[in-house]
């Protein structure tokens, strides 16, 4: 596997972390347990191309970007469309979240 491939399938199970984080809020408990199967599911997925990725990305930088773009892009998604609070400073911090995960990337 290349070195761009991993940083892809990491991006993308960055991505799924964010849909697992969001489906977790969304089954609500144990009230819509058919959508808490499909959220476990989709880590899963998650998980596995976080493993198909640390086969030849370091594992510090990757679960870094991984659980960074996770944080930032469910914190995201929870104040656009799940009604989370927006202000400057939650928006600051994230954008230095994402900073950091875009520097971890050319750092590597």
Known sequence: MTYTTSWLLLIVAGLLEIAFAVGLKSANGLER???LAGTFVVLAGSLS???MALRTLPVGTAYAVWTGIGAAGTALVGMY???DGVS???LFWIGLILLS???LRWAA
């Open 88 to 90: 400057l400073g939650r």
């Open 33 to 35: 347990p058919w959508l």
């Open 49 to 51: 191309l976080l493993t």
């Open 101 to 103: 995960v875009a520097g």
């Open 81 to 83: 469309w799940l009604g």
